[in-house]
C-alpha cells in the first residue's frame, strides 16, 4: 500500500493562461499534448548554463527502494556535484536511513536524504497551496473549487486505503483545512456537499464513489478535468520559473519530479537553455 499520500501528479493545460506568462514558459505543453508522447521512465534532462546546471529528473514514483531508479538517482547525484536539490511534494522529513526515505516518501524522500547526507540545501519547489487557491479563484467559483479539492482526496484516500475515504477525513476538508486556506464557503458539512454535488454532477448518485477519472487532466468531461489542468499550468509554470533562476545564477540544481512534468517542460527549457547536454528516456 503506498503511504505517501502527499504526492499527487496534477495535469498541465491553460491555454488562456498561456498570454499571462513569459516566454519561454508558455512553451510547456498541455497534458492533452502530453498524452500523446510515447516515453520511458526515468526521462531525464541535463542542462548547463554558465557555470550553472540543471539536472532535472523525472522519476516513475516509487516506494521499493530496490527500484533501479533509486540506484541511478544516487549514481547521478554523485557525478553531478549538487549544490541546491528540489523535490516534489511539499518537505518532508529528511530520513537518515535511505530505505525507509523511499518507503515513506518515494523517491523524493530518497532525494532528501542524500541532501541531508551531503549537507546540500534541499526544499520543494512547489507553490503555496494558498498562492494556488488564489489565482484558480480568478477562473472557477469558490464553491467549484472546495468541491473538485473534497472530491480529489476522496479518490486518493480510497485508492490509498483500498476502501471508502473516512468521513471523519472529509469533514475536516470541509470545515478545517480548505477554509483555513481561504475557501470558508459552502459546502461546509457532509450534508451540504451532497446537496452541491447533486446539483454541479446530477450524474454522481454518491460522491464517496466520485471516479478518479474526473480528475485526469487528460480527459474531459467535468469542470473537474479542466481544473486539474489549470491547477497543473500554474503550479508548472512556478517550477519551471525557480529552476531556470537558480541554475541561471551559478548553482548546480539537481531536482526530481514526476516523469510528465519533464515531458511537458522540455520544450520551455530547451528554448530558455539550448539543447540539453544529456537526455535519457529509460533505463538500460
Partial sequence: MLRYLWLVLLGISLSSAAAQVPVPAQQILSYKQYASIQHKNPYVLEFHVGTGALLFYGAEHTGDPKDPQIADIERRWAAFHTTVAYNEGGNPPTPRDPEDAVHKYAEAGFLRYLAGRDQVPVATFEPSFDDEISYLVKHYSPEQLKTFYVLRQVTEARRLQDSTASDDRTKNWLADY??????????????????????????????????????????????????????????????????????????????????????????????????????????P
Avoid at 464517496?208 to 469542470?223: A, C, L, Q, R
Avoid at 541554475?247 to 540544481?253: N, P, S
Avoid at 526530481?256 to 528516456?281: D, R, W
Fill in 178 to 283: 480548505l477554509p483555513a486556506h481561504g475557501l470558508k464557503n459552502s459546502p461546509k458539512t457532509l450534508a451540504e456537499l451532497t446537496d452541491t454535488c447533486k446539483r454541479l454532477f446530477p450524474e454522481l448518485a454518491d460522491w464517496h464513489k466520485v471516479s478518479e477519472n474526473w480528475f485526469d487532466p487528460t480527459e474531459s468531461g467535468h469542470y473537474t478535468n479542466e481544473l486539474a489542468n489549470d491547477s497543473g499550468m500554474f503550479r508548472d509554470q512556478y517550477i519551471f520559473r525557480l529552476l531556470v533562476a537558480r541554475a541561471r545564477r551559478g548553482d548546480r540544481v539537481f531536482a526530481v519530479i514526476g516523469a510528465s512534468h519533464v515531458v511537458v517542460q522540455e520544450p520551455a527549457l530547451i528554448m530558455e537553455f539550448g539543447p540539453p547536454a544529456t537526455k535519457v528516456n529509460g533505463l
